[in-house]
Nanobody, 114 residues
Framework: QVQPVESGGGSVQAGGSLRLSCAAS????????VGWYRQAPGKERELVAD???????NYVDSVKGRFTVSRDNAKNTVTLQMNSLKTDDTAVYYC????????WGQGTQVTVSS
């Protein structure tokens, strides 16, 4: 069974950085679209960034220039480098592998304090 596992969440002050990682066994991330989503309290889950099998990346406008999604084929991981974090970035971040229903991780908490 495919189960993405996120790591790297935590607490940081505004302006700081965090790096999230998504790993999974039983599936090759390089041939799938892998997305990072987030859900803040009282808000709907939103797509933050994704990378497809061709290496094309998409970002939600609010993180452009601050977040970078990348893939390490050798390690079969996808990372989300988050710089210049803002309090509005506070949320649970989820990794999703595949399109349509896909495979979802359990999420990792990111808390940005002022």
């Amino acid at each position: 069974q495919v189960q993405p596992v996120e790591s790297g969440g935590g607490s940081v002050q505004a302006g700081g950085s965090l790096r999230l990682s998504c790993a999974a066994s039983g599936i090759l991330l390089r041939i799938n679209t892998v997305g990072w989503y987030r859900q803040a309290p009282g808000k709907e889950r939103e797509l933050v960034a994704d990378i497809n099998s061709g290496g094309n990346r998409n970002y939600v406008d609010s993180v452009k220039g601050r977040f970078t999604v990348s893939r390490d084929n050798a390690k079969n991981t996808v990372t989300l480098q988050m710089n210049s974090l803002k309090t509005d970035d506070t949320a649970v971040y989820y990794c999703k592998i595949g399109t349509s229903s896909g495979y979802w991780g359990q999420g990792t908490q990111v808390t940005v304090s002022s």
